[in-house]
């Protein structure tokens, strides 16, 4: 398989404040620089872009020593928080900008789609912008033509073709700019998160659209989201940056799981003054959560091993309580949900469906053993008076936690299982006939 991009020492720095040496004599001096073909001398003194810590640098590297390679019909996801640099790579890889140093090398042509509107002229119709991107792009008016009617029926805009895009909606734009990236024939697409502009449908429908792209016709597709589930399901590869470097790049799978483990921390408790509250019910004070299995306060479980979730909360007038956890995968996306309104549990706990006095109570839930499948996850913990869930107290992403095989699993089954949860259930064999 062919190489479709590869990066050899990328790196990209900018000045921070006014541009200029500050002096006449070391703008000479990166002149002479510049003129031998050397590199320019007061670039060295750049600092990695950490936005966390205040630098003594006034240039920073958005990119740093970047080397990769795409080969041709990969979809690879680009991701890292904000201020990494995905953005600046893929500026450079379009040609929108150049680097500072290394360089990039290519086959065939790119779609961006980098910007609501980019390379649209607002005073210009969307058909005629579909005709001014394809030249961009060097596509000829009739390979253009080709594709006219599915680029405008994709993008659902033929009401409005013959309109100024001045006065389109951020949506329409953007409908009408990837309809035009996805469609025109370029070897190489590259989108931006600007698809969050879109609606649920038709950021399903670009989804669908890239991976036909990317599966189908064997294009390559460079997509930068913070939508982990879609990069997920989309690629087959990623590259993850921190900081304008190179953390990892390989199977996007890993690559997902390395990024939302960055800098991430795992609390077996939290007190009230640790917590972050999304809402607080005055009545209804969350005092403590923690975990336990077979320590107290853990933040590692065996998947043989019951994980118990302790809620402590004080009530200050008479009335009922509705204790409920939502667990959480790697994605943040809810696992399940539970809440104490089982009649079973009379039996077991006396305060079930009563009005409580004013004081401090504490509710458990247990997660029983061999439920959760090997993996990390998070709690987030609700106080309701009944199950209108109505004025709560709700601390969200409250606790995380992961889950490893102790060894006693791997015998039935080894390495990871698919899905969120892998309970042993009961299996059953009868002979209806025998056939000797």
Known sequence: MSIAIKAENLSKAYQLGEIG?????????????????????????????????????????????????????????????????????????????????????????????????????????????????????????????????????????????????????????VRLAFAVAAHLESEILIVDEVLAVGDAEFQKKCLGKMGEVSKGEGRTVLFVSHNMAAVNNLCNKGILLRNGTLAKTGNIKEIVEDYILLGAEHFGYKEKSAIHFTRQNPNLELNRVALSGKTENATEFGLDEDIACEITYTVHQPTTVTPSIHLLDKFGECILATFNTDAANLLKDPFYGKTLSPGTYTTTCIIPANFLNEANYKISVFLSKDTSFQDMTIAESVLSFQTHDTGEMSKDHTNSWIGHVRPKLSWITKSLESII
């Not at 995905?86 to 290394?102: A, C, D, F, N, Q």
């Not at 001014?132 to 033509?145: F, H, P, Q, S």
């Open 21 to 173: 040496t500050g002096t006449i004599s070391r703008d000479i001096e990166r002149w002479f620089a510049k003129v031998r073909g050397k590199e320019d001398p007061f670039l060295k003194i750049g600092e990695t872009n950490d936005r966390t810590s205040k630098g003594n640098s006034d240039i920073v590297w958005s990119l740093k020593d970047i080397n990769f390679e795409i080969q041709q019909g990969d979809a690879v996801g680009i991701i890292g928080r904000n201020g990494a640099g995905k953005s600046t790579l893929l500026k450079i890889l379009s040609r929108v900008t150049s680097p500072t140093t290394g360089n990039i090398r290519g086959s065939g042509r790119i779609a961006s789609l980098l910007e609501v509107g980019t390379g649209f002229h607002p005073e210009l119709t969307g058909r005629e912008n579909i005709f001014l991107n394809g030249a961009i792009l060097g596509m000829r008016k009739r390979e253009i033509k080709k594709h006219f009617d599915a680029i405008v029926d994709f993008a659902g805009v033929e009401r409005y073709v013959d309109t100024p895009v001045k006065r389109y909606s951020s949506g329409m734009y």
